[in-house]
């Protein structure tokens, strides 16, 4: 996307160069400009359809469809104050949460793929109050966490460039952008939804991004960093493994500041999607 901001800046420059030369321009000049001109707002419509680079503006928010005592309300903002700490995403993201009931289900919660529209990401999860009056609020806030991972990128089109999906090793390319990922797998077992979206379970076991749930779990710095090479740009790097207690304590009482940018999305805007994920996956 930068390349093609770039592209539209270097033909502006073009045609206003030729514009200015004090003489009458030849056949092939008036055509270049002409050209020009005709493509110009077909390339800023392309920009404007299409989620650029990261901004300043973007920011990840939640919208509240349904709850059970506030405590998705509570997760929510813990686990939007976490990724906003770490990333500026390239486009702004919005978490629609709510919640289902199912009594005799093994499912904590289910996430649908996400939509875009104008530019916004939107991410839909939804908890099983069986479990989400059972859970502590390190719980929710991690399977939130995780959900807003997957709807940055784990496991959609940029993501599945980065690796061999027979193997789940990440190729030459990605490593040189990220040199971590060279000891890096993603995980190539289990059923659609944790298959190919997730850190290898059996090496990384915990990790946040891995396809089970667990407890005691840690964020590993590369799960941070790949989100660079995904589009987004890093506000903050962890220096080490990290507890995910840890660091949800450390952002649970932040202050969001920006209501105002907020209140500028569509927060209400849905689109019906298929699920993507049911938490947890059966193993097997």
């Not at 592209?7 to 050209?35: F, H, K, M, P, Y």
């Not at 667990?214 to 990290?242: C, F, K, N």
Request: glycine content about 8%.
């Amino acid at each position: 996307m930068q390349q093609l901001r770039d592209l539209i800046v270097s033909l502006e420059q073009e045609a206003a160069s030729l514009q200015i030369l004090g003489r009458v321009l030849t056949a092939e000049e008036d055509a270049r400009v002409q050209a020009i001109t005709q493509a110009l707002p077909l390339l800023r419509q392309a920009v404007a359809f299409f989620p650029g680079p990261a901004s300043g503006n973007n920011l990840i928010t939640y919208k509240i469809s349904s709850d059970r005592d506030r405590r998705l309300k509570s997760g929510a903002r813990t686990a939007c104050n976490f990724w906003n700490r770490f990333v500026a995403p390239r486009f702004s993201i919005v978490i629609r949460l709510g919640v289902f009931t199912a009594n005799y289900s093994t499912t904590i919660a289910r996430a649908w793929r996400p939509s875009m529209k104008d530019g916004v990401m939107y991410g839909r999860v939804e908890f099983n109050t069986k479990y989400l009056l059972m859970f502590d609020s390190n719980q929710i806030d991690g399977t939130i966490v995780h959900e807003i991972g997957h709807t940055l990128g784990f496991g959609w089109e940029d993501w599945m460039k980065l690796f061999d999906p027979a193997t789940g090793a990440f190729n030459s390319q990605a490593i040189s952008q990220l040199n971590s990922l060279g000891s890096m797998f993603v995980e190539t077992d289990y059923g659609p939804g944790t298959r190919l979206s997730h850190w290898d379970e059996q090496r990384f076991d915990r990790e946040l991004m891995t396809g089970f749930q667990d407890s005691g779990e840690y964020v590993l710095p590369v799960t941070i960093d790949v989100m660079e090479v995904l589009g987004h740009r890093i506000l903050e790097r962890l220096p080490g493994q990290a507890s995910l207690h840890q660091l949800l304590s450390e952002v649970a009482q932040v202050q969001f500041t920006r209501q105002r940018e907020a209140k500028t999305l569509d927060l209400d805007y849905f689109e019906e999607t298929e699920i993507f994920e049911e938490i947890p996956h059966a193993k097997g």
